[in-house]
């Protein structure tokens, strides 16, 4: 057997040495090690699977051939689908060409050809997306056997329509769904054919009263998801009009005044929620004056839908509305912005009250169980109640934002814990054969990333913590650095935290954050957050790089240091984006008065809007506080991540225990001097 496997390793490692430095064969001494080495050689050729491929003439003419495949099918272009799909009988990946020849026709096809399909791919990830569709095609048509028959089959299971689906079929069958009804149907942007129906069906069969399809219509109005409110409105014989109008045209429609029914007064409501985002002043005066006509809690609706938008922008009588509000039905926004401006306001014991009153499933997450901690602790007056320490044991092992800090609650800091025993080569090459994983580095070469990340992320679902070690650290082999992250957070015990937390083009980076004495770690923790370490990456703004640099930022920073010759295409290469992105960070740090806080947050929603949220400060506040409420959700929760991966790498960099307590500090009014910020900072530890 040595013979035989001696022979395969060393014509392998001929290919192979250079590509695989952990592959030495004058260390190949006992049987058990040559299989080792002949895994590691098989390995070698198979990590590169695609890149050799695309090394082949044929096969980059054949790719060529499944892009325009998918192409021809997203515009429904059925002759050219055939056309090329003939092109590609003996194609690499011939799910996929199977499955955009069926997707071509697939409102036509019959049941014999899907589940020939289904039966064929069984068990990959192009399967499951199939029965995707076809269960979004099974409700549409209603065909009702059919949907419940393959609905357990669907692993998944993450499509709000199919799920609308879902609970249809079992109102069909006179089956009481309400209560999950009321739990899903939270959005209505997203609601769709499925949703839509359910809402009517749910209506007339008597499972939604009136009173739940006026708080859909309202939330479709929170929302401002004009089609649903239509269709909602007119299950309860209103006008569909007026309440397009009290969304798209809300002064209008206040003008117009709170009307005398039922519908009427619902769609003015709608209409004072809507002018409230232009205009607080507006609403509130057209309130105050249609007060007469209004129910008590009508007009308890009316102060919440106007609070809403006076959080955002911390209009000086917010409070007071709130206030108003009291028994007002409140949406999962209203919930939570409230207790927001409750805790900007310090008013701890309206904090805790309005947690309680939270919808259980809210109440749980993670978010408002540290806040009632926080609340609890404050109301007792010093030390650390047992409710709060219980809160606080219930989310501390997490390793997000709130885990961290609760976990600091308890006396316990940010600390790397100990690495387990590294993964072999052998067990790399070993999960890295897997067919899954070879489909998604042949799309991840296509620059395809959606189908990459697919099939990627369902090879994860069965995988033991070292097989997602392996499988992290054959992402990092072949530079897939945002699958590499999200597959070792997968890991429930064992962690290898430089897969983690990578720090690529160290040295770049060092030289940068050196000359202009930045933290790197908090550099790479927006990196982290901001590109997932994709070079290549693009936002639908235009934001380029791994740092995610604007082209008019990446000009003007540019020009600001000196950068002759500067081109947009600059910004993906490494060095140039690193050199802006970290000047340009450096300059909002700067304006920001060093707080690495406020400047996160202006990277991502602008210098201006932080200017804005800062000029509402009259003192300084606990960050926790001002971050949460920071009126963007993308930028809040940005702030949360960036600050967490900061904390985590300081630990890596440093190696020893860090606080990301100690980091967030407390964010100051523009112009505080710097000894008040230093006794502010000393005075809130």
Known sequence: MRGILGSLVISLVTGCSERCPHFESRRLISPSKWIAGALLAIGCITTPLASAQDNNGDSRKEDDAFLLLRDSVRRDDAAKVEFYAARLTDYAIPSYVDYYRLKSHFRDASTAEILDFLKRYDGQAIADRLRNDWLLELGRKREWALFDQQLPLFVLNDDTQVK????????????????????????????????NSLVASLAQTGQFNQEDLWAQVRLAGETNATGPARRIIML????????????????LALAKGAGDSRADHEVFLIALGRAARTSVKLSVLALQKALPKLTPQEQAIGWANIALPASYVVAPETSDYWRRANGAPLSIDQHQWRTRYALREGNWKLVRDYIAAMPASLRADPTWVYWQARAVTALAGGGLPAEAQFLYQSIAERQDYYGLLAAEELGRTVSIPPPGAPVTQAEIAAVGASPGFQRALRFFNMRLRFEGTREWNWELRRLSDRELIAAAEFARQNHILDRMVYTSERTRVQADYTHRYPAPHDDIMQANTRTLGLDRAWVYGLIRQESRFIMTAQSTAGASGLMQVMPSTGRWVAQKIGLTNFVQDMLTDVRTNILLGTNYMNMVLGSMDGSQVLATAAYNAGPGRLRSWRSALTKPMDSTIFIESIPYAETRTYVKNVMTNATWYAALFEGRPQSLKARLGVVTPKGYSEQEQQQTTFSSR
């Open 236 to 251: 309860l014989n209103g006008s569909d009009k007026k309440v397009a109008q009290a969304i798209d045209l809300p002064a």
């Open 164 to 195: 609308c689906y879902a609970l249809l079929s079992r109102l069909t069958k006179g089956q009481n769904v309400a209560a999950e009804a009321r739990a899903l149907l939270i959005y209505p942007p997203y609601y769709g054919e499925a949703c």
